[in-house]
């Protein structure tokens, strides 16, 4: 019991570290890690501080979604994701809806 209460209150932090590190490995060579680490962390330290740490967390798992399905980022696509990493993500149409059928 004790342990499933620790999992629960270091989940986004677990899940923080995980994406950050598929992030790291998914961008150019080139790009800066440092900043990269450093918008994460301002990020979470945000979510933190504004008591939104679920809503911190829903938006980690929609990127880790999307992170899957590519082998790499070019440095305008790690741009794009750092800026957005604070914004809620689109709603993604449920399965088998009429979107995800014509792609």
Known sequence: ?????LLNRYKTDIVHVTILNA????????YTQDR?????DDVWSD????????AHLRRLLALAQRLEKIQSLDAMEVDL??????????P???????SQKKG
């Open 92 to 98: 993604q149409p449920p399965e088998g809806s009429d």
């Open 36 to 40: 990269i680490r450093k918008r994460f």
């Open 81 to 90: 994701l750092l800026e957005d990493l604070d914004r809620d993500p689109l």
């Open 23 to 30: 992030v790291l490995q998914k961008a150019p060579p080139n």
């Open 47 to 54: 979510a933190r501080e504004a008591g939104s740490v679920e």
């Open 1 to 5: 019991m004790v342990s499933l209460l």
